[in-house]
């Protein structure tokens, strides 16, 4: 039997994904994560819980609500969906030898997509677990070259064993800790008294090893890569936005990122892109194949970078880096992740691809801002503003111009696109996603402070959302929502 032919330049991988026969979904809460990507690939669909264009997106399948257990995660809506009925259906109808994407996943999705004769592409959900693993990144991250905020890891007896285990690896007494697993805000505590211990005692003692790391004054910075049978390759270099209280009610939490082509120094973007690079190849190394994500600190003092977090999947950045126009000119970072798949043979200049997509003049200048309610109350939504494109006028008011679901219909900076989560009727709490803004243009000033402009569309968006107070006790199905759907 002749060797299979190999795609050997860009030309061709893009060819291959236009005539891509095989039909493959992108299942999860919505499809901002891989927002666009079904314009890359041909018989790529997403299937979604929650709809963000009232019906009118081609290719988002949403089924219709069906009585389930309380969802306590994005696993739990992926393993809902998989086994609605409506879901199965049209996946059977559409045919061939479906494969699934997800934004999470756990073992009990990969037996459902086997149950529906689907194949999972991506590594195995055990393996994808114990990397996600924040103690065991600094691990991988140290076998790699990649160092860390100064830390120690260790199982916390009390507050009184917290300042011995600091003392012993000299970090003092300002200190940052993490657990294992979880979102940023949510497990990240900062220490700097046995008051502050107190306070998330709970979320600490008996919650095995945790990562106490000596506090320094950081930017957050973001870069994704992909590692590939042929090596990794590697995004650029995005801003972070982190607990701004416009945003988010969380002190440590991601509420968006910015890439602009000088985002940061020089030396720290290359910095970033030979640690990610080594990273990666560490990862090839550990049976990891495919998206991933890390997160840096930047001292802000030292200009130091030190590895933050890894995320070994598609995240809340990937819309930002698919869409911007290196990914254009050649191809979306996803788009190497659904090759790397594939099985399909191909043979890519590594280096080359690396060294492009490094280059400024490759890259353009958006914003993403994850706007959540973040006042501490609970209440009903009775009107809530639709996907699309709104515009600013001069006097700052924010009016919805057109449906569209394509983020580059963004003409100006006086425009953005608008994702709407939550929609009239469903209850708005605490840290509940609303929606996400894109814009043109930068969304922090040099001083990692919100624009004016920012301000403005935040203010202007939460207008058009209204709602009741609740009457009555809590809804029982409220608990179900409250995780972030990104």
Known sequence: MPARRKLRNISEVRRYFHRFEEPVYFVSATNFNLLGLDEWVKNLKFISYIDCYDGQHPNVFCPSEQPHAEFQSIEDINNYLLQHKEVIDYIEQRGGNPKLIFLMFDEETEKLAEEIGAKVWFPKAK??????????????????????????????????????????????????????????????FFIKSEADFRKHQHEIIDHGEIKVMKRINCRGAAIEACATKEGTIVGPLMTELVGFKELTPYRGGWCGNEIFANAFSARVRDQARAYTFAFGEQLRKEGYRGYFELDFLVDTK???????????????????????????????????????????PFNLDIGELNGRWADPENIDSWCQMVIKHTDDSIDRITRAPQTGIWSMRENGEVVFDRFDYHRR?????????????????????????LGILVLRGRGMTDRFTLTERSQRWIEGIRRHYLAEPLTGGLPDTLAEHQFKYL
């Open 127 to 188: 393996l994808r677990n114990r990397i996600d693993n924040k103690i065991e990144t600094v691990r991988i991250g140290n076998k790699a070259g990649v160092p860390s905020v100064p830390n120690a890891l260790s199982e916390i007896k009390d507050y009184d064993h917290l300042l011995k285990v600091a003392e012993k690896a000299g970090l003092g007494r300002d200190l940052v800790l993490q657990s294992a697993y979880g979102d940023s805000g949510h497990t990240t």
């Open 302 to 344: 030292t200009r130091d970078i030190y590895l933050g977090e890894l995320n070994p999947r598609i995240t809340g950045a990937s819309s930002m880096t698919n869409h911007a126009a290196f990914a254009h000119a050649d191809a979306p970072l996803a788009l190497f992740h659904l090759l790397e798949f594939s099985d399909k």
């Open 409 to 433: 219909a963004v003409s100006s900076e006086n425009e953005a696109f608008f994702l709407r989560i939550l929609k009239t009727g469903d209850y708005r709490y605490e840290g509940a996603d």
